[in-house]
């Protein structure tokens, strides 16, 4: 692994929630400590499993991985640390300030920064404690700090004046209100994380499109920032020997194949590894030690009969929302899960039954046209251009907000502008306009916002109030839309996922920020299952048989209804494959 030649004493592993980071890290503590280095493996992850993957109990407190000698384990839990955070600065304005405010203020702290910037509060000591480096040679951190989080940290100027003065919009400089070290102490990490001989950043990615443009940017918001140490690792890549037992094994190693030719260009200059795609869950040191070999094929059992597996197809749950006649469908997850497509499925459907259909993204224009392939009778699509709302947003904030602010109040703002929430505030704006249509035609909507976001615009009661506040005095009239999206009858939200650990709790997360906002999710689609797709390769029945477990939680636990989509052995294109995406049909019977 070119990751690991001469590793320095930092390394932070970054990717989309599952790809593999926690593996590749737990896997590279174990080659360090076996090489005879004394290692910290840290967890920053909300979805961390570390303790899992060792098959110990670890939690917030160092804890020697008995199995391996030098090797010790930490996890920070970013929920209870961001939880104390907001204790302390919720705390002593309850019952002072009105509720309607100590509200705004909550939710302000509720969103991933807030998460993000208490982990690292918590792991600053780990970069900065001088004792630290009589004890351990290597501190590897499963997931990274974001550049966003960086540049936050990096700014000059006092947060809490900021704040106090009325100065920030309702995003990300919140949380660096509660911030109690000193600037020096903040200082120094960061320096130690810019310094290419102390830390090394690995960014984490599948031999897939989305994962790789992730990467890409990555790549891109670390540099800038003076982070210029990066290796890329792909993980999950199909073997090639896998090709000659099955169709569908061919069709997703020529997918492969054609992403890792087309790999962004500012990707192409990093030192590069390719990981192989492992039959077995990587869990107990077994399977990490093999997780950086090249593995013998599986050999095949005779049994050559496809996979058998049962469940509900996306087709179905379009019979119920097509009930309703018109109504809103919003379909929500995090990056990689396949959102985009299962959209134009969902529109296609709807068209295919005679129904007017409005389909609305934020997704480039592109792919989107590419996705469909072509008109089709009752659809229409529109496109929202988020760089070009979010940039629209932005400067009209910087216009009535930042007219009289200094230097470094300006620069303070124009971070607070870069924020996530930015771009899903403006976005749904644009979207809202779409919104008002849903009471005559169905609208179906791709990237939609966080629960957080909308309770953020939300906070004081009244989302037009709050925009209001944000836009200044433009004289544009903006609807609220919030009661529409709390009644299922008018608004029926998805919840995309894949069947693996990371992106089931990723989607659990969202469903709990959706409740918060009183929004309660229709049903949740499984994407991409390899199970629902009838393997013959040995390799991916054995995936198959991994993703049972997943979707079994999502059919019991998490999900009022749900679906499940195969992975095509083409790439769903053109208005046939989506049907045939949406309606395949699953065969009856048992594993």
């Known amino acids: 692994m070119k990751f690991l030649e001469q590793p320095p004493r930092f390394l932070f592993f970054t990717g989309k929630g599952g790809v593999g980071k926690t593996s590749i890290a737990c896997a590279t503590a174990i080659d360090l400590a076996e090489s005879g280095k004394r290692v910290l493996l840290v967890s920053t992850d909300p979805a961390s499993n570390v303790g899992q993957v060792f098959g110990i109990s670890i939690g917030n407190k160092v804890t020697a991985v008995e199995a391996v000698p030098r090797l010790d384990a930490l996890e920070i839990d970013p929920q209870a640390a961001a939880q104390l955070y907001r204790d302390r600065i919720v705390g002593p304005v309850r019952g002072v300030l009105p509720d309607a405010v100590v509200k705004g203020i909550e939710e302000q702290l509720s969103g991933a920064c807030t998460t993000e910037i208490a982990a690292f509060d918590e792991f600053t000591d780990l970069l900065t404690d001088a004792r630290l480096d009589d004890t351990y040679d290597h501190i590897i951190f499963d997931t990274a700090p974001t550049g966003h989080t960086i540049r936050l940290l990096q700014l000059p100027g006092a947060w809490s004046g900021f704040l106090d003065d009325g100065k920030g919009d309702a995003s990300c400089l919140g949380p660096l209100a509660g911030l109690e070290k000193q600037r020096t102490q903040y200082k120094a990490a960061l320096d130690a994380l810019a310094d290419p001989l102390r830390t090394r950043m690995v960014l984490v990615a599948r031999a897939q499109l989305a994962t790789l443009r992730e990467a890409a940017r990555t790549h891109d918001e670390l540099t800038a920032i003076g982070l210029s140490r990066q ?61 950086f070999a090249d593995a013998a094929p599986l050999v095949p059992t005779g049994d050559d009969a496809p996979f058998v597996f049962s469940a509900p197809t996306l087709s179905a749950l379009v019979d119920e929302i097509a009930l309703d006649g018109h109504g809103l469908v919003m379909l929500m997850g995090k990056g990689g899960v396949g959102k985009t497509t299962m959209a134009a499925a969902v529109a296609v459907e709807l068209a295919h039954r005679g129904l007017a259909v409005h389909l609305t993204t934020s997704d480039p224009a592109g792919r989107l ?223």
């Open 231 to 291: 290796y890329l690792v792909i993980n999950g890549v199909l073997p090639g020997a896998e090709a000659t037992q099955d169709r569908l094994a061919q069709a997703i190693l020529d997918r492969e194949q054609a992403a890792l030719a087309n790999i962004p260009n500012n990707l192409k200059a990093l030192p590069c590894d390719l990981v192989s795609l492992k039959p077995f869950n990587l869990v107990g040191l077994d399977a990490l030690h093999g997780l």
């Open 369 to 591: 046209t590419e996705t469909l392939n072509g008109p089709l009778d009752n659809l229409t699509v529109s496109r929202i251009d988020p760089q070009a709302e979010t940039e629209r947003y932005r400067q009209q904030v910087l216009r009535t907000k930042g007219a009289k602010l200094d230097a470094a109040g300006r620069a303070l703002l124009e971070e607070d502008l870069r924020s996530p929430c930015t771009e899903e505030i403006a976005v749904f704006q644009a979207f809202s306009r779409a919104i008002r249509e849903a009471g005559k035609k169905f609208v179906v909507m791709d990237t939609a916002p966080t629960g957080h976001t909308l309770l953020l615009l939300d906070a004081t009661g009244a989302y037009h109030r709050d925009v209001a506040r944000q836009m200044g005095d433009t004289g544009v009239h903006f609807v609220t839309p919030m009661m529409q999206l709390q009644d299922p009858k008018q608004t029926k939200v998805l919840l995309v996922t894949l069947a693996e650990t990371t992106p089931v709790l990723e989607a659990e997360n969202l469903q709990a920020d959706l409740l918060r906002a009183g929004i309660t999710p229709w049903a949740w689609i499984v994407n991409n299952s390899v199970a629902a797709a009838q393997p013959h390769s040995p390799l991916l029945r054995q995936r198959a048989r991994n993703e049972l477990s997943e979707i079994a939680a999502v059919a019991t636990r998490h999900a009022k209804r749900y679906a499940v989509v195969p992975l095509l052995r083409e790439e769903p294109v053109g208005v046939e494959r989506l049907l045939e995406m949406a309606g395949h049909i699953i065969q009856h019977g048992n594993v």
